[in-house]
């Protein structure tokens, strides 16, 4: 049994889709669950769509048509008029009008959650029937039957005993599986997503479950490389890299592995294989029990557009355990991700990741107790396995408002201005 993944970009147009099919012919159908994301920038078009929605912009109309006539041209260099898919095309869109025209709620989450799936369901209703009509049989399913969450819209958490259960009992293993990555459904049958880039923990989850051999992300880069070519001019492929060390990666906001991944592989030492669908024949990079990295090399990590924030308390007190936990609390509570923290006597540092949009609401709760610095835009590099020359490049960069150095990491915030 294996797993494959492609993304957005791997099936962007109908040469693209024509591609994965040449891809998946030569890999081999048999015994293969395929997890397919929206197509090309869509989730970013459906993303716009939702914004005119909830805000009752006059453009809703012409965003949606946006979305149609992209998914069309594509379907019409590959099918014929009279094929059936025109018709399950039209039946989705018809849903995603129905929604709109019904919907009374006005939680942002959960609104975006019931638009942005179509992006997934759009897809892969294209692959699968491009597929049959060249020839290759597959199984078409909703993923949402499948893989059940709690309800935190677009961040769910995974009911993984209801989920093993259902995956193990209705999934034909045998065949060549088309499902959608990314999106899940509650108890309710609510559209739930498991955060952005989720579609590489959907292919996880479906390994775990199945106890497949491998998964495999199809990438438009060679595997995973020690840094970002839009950052770096010069990067390296790293072969073979451990599970530790790709959480590590991950945690610190590597792109080319979803943080949540690797723990069900790790958990049953299923590889994790990254290749590229430009160049299928290359093998790519391999994350399994092992080596720690190959090359041993320092790896770059870099998350744009982050917040410093400096908090000390307005006595001059100590910065202890009750003011932390406090702003540990306030910053779950606004669903801010902190990527890095430092703190002295009186002061408290932390570069957080305003996600979600609510760092204003957490700024004007803590201005009442605390005296708060902010410093809007700036870049956070991580660097694992540093030495003085990957420390020399960054510096050419900018100046550092706040580095942070453990054993195997170092990370700078720098003023991206």
């Known amino acids: 049994m294996k797993i494959f993944k492609f993304g957005g970009a791997s099936v962007k147009d109908a040469v693209s889709v024509k591609n994965v099919t040449n891809i998946l012919k030569s890999e081999g159908t048999a015994n293969t669950l395929v997890v397919v994301s929206a197509m090309g920038k869509i989730t970013n078009a459906f993303e716009e769509v939702i914004e005119a929605y909830y805000n009752k912009t006059d453009q809703l109309s ?26 399950e095309i039209d039946i989705l869109l018809g849903e995603l009008s129905w929604f709109l025209a019904r919907n009374t ?97 959907t292919a996880g989850i479906f390994a775990y479950c199945l106890n497949a051999d491998n998964v495999t992300i199809w990438k438009d880069v060679p595997g995973v490389l020690n840094a970002d070519p839009r950052v770096f001019e010069e990067t390296t492929l790293l072969k073979q890299i451990s599970y530790e060390e790709a959480i590590e990666m991950a945690f610190y906001g590597a792109s080319v592995i979803h943080p949540k991944t690797l723990q069900p592989l790790q958990q049953k030492e299923i590889p994790l294989l990254v290749r590229s669908f430009v160049n299928p024949k290359e093998v790519g990079t391999r994350i399994s029990k092992g080596s720690n990295l190959e090359p041993m090399i320092p790896c770059f990590i870099v998350k744009k557009d982050q917040i410093l924030v400096s908090i000390a308390a307005l006595d001059f007190s100590f910065m ?87 054993k195997e990491t170092m990370q700078i915030v720098l003023d991206a201005k």
């Open 62 to 87: 012409e965003k949606l048509g946006v979305i149609e006539d992209f998914h069309k041209t594509i379907m019409d260099d590959l099918f014929d008029k009279e094929d059936s898919i025109y018709k």
């Open 105 to 201: 709620s006005r939680r942002y989450n959960y609104v975006y959650d019931q638009i942005i799936c179509f992006g997934e369901l759009l897809s892969t209703k294209i692959v699968s029937a491009y597929l049959a009509k060249i020839g290759v049989a597959n199984n078409w399913f909703d993923v949402r039957n499948y893989i059940k969450t709690d309800s935190n819209y677009r961040d769910a958490k995974v009911d993984w005993n209801l989920t093993q259960e259902l995956i193990s009992k209705k999934v034909d293993a045998s065949k060549l599986n088309i499902t959608q990555g990314f999106i899940a459904a509650n108890d309710t049958e609510n559209t739930t997503t498991l955060g952005r880039e989720g579609s590489d923990y």
């Open 320 to 406: 202890v355990e009750n003011n932390i936990s406090y702003i540990f609390q306030k910053l779950h509570d606004y669903q801010l991700k902190t990527n890095l923290i430092q703190n002295s006597a009186i002061s408290f540092s932390i570069c957080i990741d305003n996600k979600f949009n609510k760092f204003d609401g957490f700024y004007e709760e803590l201005k009442t107790q605390f005296k708060i610095d902010v410093q809007k835009g700036v870049d956070l590099y991580t660097v694992r396995h540093f030495d003085d020359e990957a420390i020399e490049s960054i510096e050419k960069k900018g100046p550092f408002l706040l580095t942070q150095v453990s």
